[in-house]
């Protein structure tokens, strides 16, 4: 059911691209002072300070705007705090390659 979530929300940003790629004006276009990036279901969990993807890599928020959209719309994988200050055994054993997830109930 959530891999069925996270293909509609990504085929609805794919959209959304298209139609902005198509009707912005083409001077902007071909000055290229427009650029559209998109990447979903990426961030496993979110911290203040940044992330980490499904790869168990680090990433820093590109700026605020990112990290508060994350965070209004993730509030289920969102910690308010800074990610070297997370003490949850689950998540630190998924980060060290330990557990295959980080959720206490699976």
Known sequence: MKKFMHGLIAAGA??????????MPAEARHRGDTSVSITLGNAQFGYSDGYYDSGRRWHR??????????Q??????YYHMRHHHDRDQYRRDWRNGRRDNWLRNH
């Not at 209004?72 to 994988?77: C, D």
């Open 14 to 23: 794919l959209c959304v691209a298209g139609v902005v790629a198509t009707s």
């Open 61 to 70: 928020w590109r700026n605020h705007n990112e990290r508060r959209w994350y």
């Open 72 to 77: 209004r719309h993730h509030r289920q994988s």
